[in-house]
Protein backbone atom coordinates (compact mmCIF):
# COMPACT_ATOMS: atom_id res chain seq x y z
CA UNK A 1 0.00 0.00 0.00
CA UNK A 2 1.32 3.27 -0.73
CA UNK A 3 0.07 6.53 0.99
CA UNK A 4 0.87 9.82 -0.45
CA UNK A 5 -0.16 12.72 1.98
CA UNK A 6 -2.10 15.93 1.80
CA UNK A 7 -1.58 19.49 1.55
CA UNK A 8 1.91 20.14 4.17
CA UNK A 9 2.06 16.96 5.50
CA UNK A 10 4.73 14.55 5.75
CA UNK A 11 4.89 10.75 6.29
CA UNK A 12 7.91 9.80 8.62
CA UNK A 13 9.57 7.03 9.97
CA UNK A 14 10.82 6.72 13.60
CA UNK A 15 14.73 6.08 13.94
CA UNK A 16 15.89 4.39 16.86
CA UNK A 17 18.63 5.75 18.69
CA UNK A 18 21.36 3.35 20.02
CA UNK A 19 20.61 1.49 23.01
CA UNK A 20 23.34 1.55 24.80
CA UNK A 21 24.53 5.08 27.17
CA UNK A 22 28.05 6.82 26.42
CA UNK A 23 28.67 4.63 29.50
CA UNK A 24 27.69 0.87 27.86
CA UNK A 25 24.59 0.97 29.93
CA UNK A 26 21.95 -1.70 28.17
CA UNK A 27 18.53 0.70 28.18
CA UNK A 28 15.22 -1.74 28.14
CA UNK A 29 12.24 -1.28 25.77
CA UNK A 30 10.15 -0.42 28.96
CA UNK A 31 12.70 2.62 30.08
CA UNK A 32 13.17 3.75 26.45
CA UNK A 33 11.30 7.17 24.98
CA UNK A 34 9.57 7.48 21.46
CA UNK A 35 12.58 8.32 19.13
CA UNK A 36 12.25 12.37 17.83
CA UNK A 37 13.97 11.69 14.75
CA UNK A 38 12.85 9.74 11.91
CA UNK A 39 13.00 9.82 7.63
CA UNK A 40 11.24 11.67 5.75
CA UNK A 41 8.90 8.83 3.34
CA UNK A 42 6.45 11.22 1.22
CA UNK A 43 5.44 14.60 1.39
CA UNK A 44 2.50 16.13 0.28
CA UNK A 45 2.58 18.89 -2.39
CA UNK A 46 1.98 21.71 0.19
CA UNK A 47 0.11 24.65 0.89
CA UNK A 48 -1.49 27.80 -0.67
CA UNK A 49 -1.02 31.12 -0.40
CA UNK A 50 -4.00 34.04 -0.47
CA UNK A 51 -3.57 34.33 -4.32
CA UNK A 52 -4.18 30.08 -4.43
CA UNK A 53 -0.01 29.51 -5.62
CA UNK A 54 1.36 26.68 -4.06
CA UNK A 55 3.73 26.78 -1.27
CA UNK A 56 6.39 23.57 -1.66
CA UNK A 57 7.45 22.26 1.53
CA UNK A 58 10.90 22.77 2.98
CA UNK A 59 11.70 18.66 3.55
CA UNK A 60 12.00 16.14 0.99
CA UNK A 61 11.72 12.08 1.19
CA UNK A 62 14.37 11.18 2.52
CA UNK A 63 15.48 14.23 4.95
CA UNK A 64 16.23 13.23 8.35
CA UNK A 65 14.28 15.46 10.72
CA UNK A 66 13.78 15.92 14.38
CA UNK A 67 10.20 16.72 15.73
CA UNK A 68 8.13 17.50 18.76
CA UNK A 69 7.95 13.57 21.51
CA UNK A 70 3.98 14.20 20.80
CA UNK A 71 3.66 15.99 17.85
CA UNK A 72 1.46 14.06 14.97
CA UNK A 73 -0.73 11.33 14.20
CA UNK A 74 0.50 7.79 14.50
CA UNK A 75 -0.54 4.95 11.35
CA UNK A 76 0.15 1.58 10.93
CA UNK A 77 0.83 0.01 7.56
CA UNK A 78 1.33 -2.86 6.64
CA UNK A 79 2.62 -3.90 9.73
CA UNK A 80 5.01 -0.82 10.03
CA UNK A 81 4.90 2.17 12.23
CA UNK A 82 4.45 5.32 10.86
CA UNK A 83 3.68 9.13 11.37
CA UNK A 84 1.79 11.53 9.74
CA UNK A 85 3.19 15.03 10.69
CA UNK A 86 2.13 18.91 9.82
CA UNK A 87 5.61 20.32 8.26
CA UNK A 88 5.09 23.29 10.92
CA UNK A 89 6.03 20.11 13.45
CA UNK A 90 8.96 19.43 12.20
CA UNK A 91 11.37 21.25 13.96
CA UNK A 92 14.51 20.80 12.17
CA UNK A 93 16.34 18.82 9.36
CA UNK A 94 19.50 16.83 10.23
CA UNK A 95 21.99 17.83 7.16
CA UNK A 96 25.02 15.17 6.66
CA UNK A 97 23.87 12.46 8.69
CA UNK A 98 23.50 8.95 7.20
CA UNK A 99 20.19 7.58 7.62
CA UNK A 100 20.04 5.65 10.94
CA UNK A 101 18.80 2.01 12.25
CA UNK A 102 15.09 2.14 11.43
CA UNK A 103 12.55 0.76 14.15
CA UNK A 104 11.88 -3.07 13.77
CA UNK A 105 8.11 -3.58 13.05
Not at 53 to 80: C, M, N, S
Amino acid sequence: MKIRPLHDRVLVRRIEEDERTAGGIIIPDTAKEKPTKGEVIATGPGTRDENGKQIPLDVKAGDIVLFGKWGGQEIKVEGQELLILKESDILGVIEGQAKGKKKAA
